[in-house]
């Protein structure tokens, strides 16, 4: 039995299509449907049950011992709004329920594979690099990121890393996120716009060294990232703190192009004041250090990102079925 928490969600409901694609149905959802739309993420996967996770959270905290026959736990299971100002329900929902789940997982000799995300390195000013000698000199700027960082320093001061995998997703896109709203990747949001307007808006630069659109990210699309996970699954031997990332930033300018080539439209960019309160915390480059997940033995290259984009369009958003 797989556990995958969060997998309703986008990266979760992907890693059950993952390992469906491997022949693996023996998987047990978790998560909290709610009222959101991202039940739909679910029809076309094969999985054993599905779980609320506040029950699933009752019966790893009360009975302790694994009820499952577990040989994984896949913890996908968060608030992933860089925006959400709760902070109490953030520390419960993302730091402390994390704990739980990986102490249970720890007790009983599961194997434990925990979603962080690069929004621990805050600023960048200080490198993307995830050696765990660095951990402790990160500072988030959003408090998603400072509950995700929070877990982490948990593991590391505890010398859980040795038995535990954690992963720093970087700037993560693809088919199933289409629930999530304005946390929505850009490709995502720039197929509609191009579809109703015929143009993207970017937003403008506020430092002289990037140019308007020249902003850059580590964009990774997301059948790469669950090919890391399944990867990972096949290897419970392997454990650590490793960033998941195409290792190559690019510009939001390329990602439009990308986006306006596999619709077959001319690109038409327009570029907009960024909000106010968004300047002070804008990180205008992220790059993935992936020196250790390589080191650990995963080979496979990360798909660039003008073919991900025209997977994702031509595969995905322009089909009547747009899930994975």
Same mark, same amino acid.
């Given at each position: 039995?797989? =556990? &995958?928490?969060?997998?309703?969600g !986008? ?5 059950? #299509? ?14 909290d449907? $709610?009222r959101s739309?991202? #039940? ?16 699933? +959270?009752?019966l &790893? &905290?009360?009975? $302790?011992?694994?009820? !499952? *026959? ?6 996908m $299971? ?33 194997? !434990? =594979? ?23 000199s +990160? ?14 320093? #948990?593991?590391?001061?505890?010398k ?21 709203g304005d946390?929505?990747?850009v ?19 506020y430092?002289?060294?990037y ?7 580590d ?5 790469? &990232?669950?090919?890391?996970?399944? #990867? +990972? ?11 998941? $990332? ?26 907009v004041?960024?909000?106010e ?7 205008? !480059? ?10 650990? *033995? ?6 660039s990102?003008e073919d ?17």
């Amino acid at each position: 039995m797989h =556990i &995958v928490t969060g997998a309703a969600g !986008f990266i979760g409901s992907a890693i059950v #299509w993952k390992l469906n694609q491997l022949g693996v149905t023996d998987i047990l959802v978790v998560d909290d449907l $709610g009222r959101s739309e991202k #039940w739909k993420n679910l029809v076309k996967l094969r999985f054993e049950d599905y779980i609320h996770k506040k029950d699933f +959270l009752h019966l &790893v &905290v009360e009975k $302790g011992e694994d009820p !499952f *026959g577990c040989e994984s736990i896949i913890h996908m $299971g968060a608030c992933s709004s860089t925006t959400e100002t709760d902070a109490n329900y953030l520390m419960d929902n993302n730091y402390r329920y994390t704990q739980m789940v990986c102490r249970f997982a720890l007790n009983n000799s599961i194997k !434990f =594979i925990n979603a962080s995300s690069a929004a621990t390195y805050g600023d960048g000013s200080l490198g993307f690099d995830d050696d765990l000698d660095r951990i402790e000199s +990160l500072r988030p700027l959003n408090m998603y990121g400072y509950t995700k960082q929070l877990f982490d320093l #948990w593991a590391h001061r505890a010398k859980l890393f040795d038995h535990i995998v954690s992963l720093k997703f970087f700037n993560v896109f693809g088919p199933n996120e289409y629930h999530k709203g304005d946390m929505m990747s850009v490709v995502r949001k720039a197929f509609d716009q191009i579809n109703q307007t015929g143009k993207l808006k970017l937003f403008k630069s506020y430092r002289k060294e990037y140019e308007d659109g020249g902003q850059q990210r580590d964009f990774v699309y997301v059948k790469d &990232v669950v090919d890391v996970v399944a #990867w +990972l699954v096949e290897h419970p031997d392997v454990s650590g703190l490793f960033n998941v $990332g195409c290792g190559q930033a690019r510009s939001w300018n390329e990602l439009a192009e990308a986006v306006f080539r596999a619709m077959n439209k001319p690109v038409n960019v327009e570029y907009v004041d960024m909000p106010e309160t968004l300047r002070e915390k804008y990180q205008y !480059f992220t790059q993935a250090q992936m020196r250790r997940l390589k080191d650990a *033995g995963y080979a496979k290259p990360f798909t660039s990102l003008e073919d991900a984009a025209a997977d994702y369009v031509q595969r995905h958003l322009m089909q009547a079925d747009q899930y994975l």
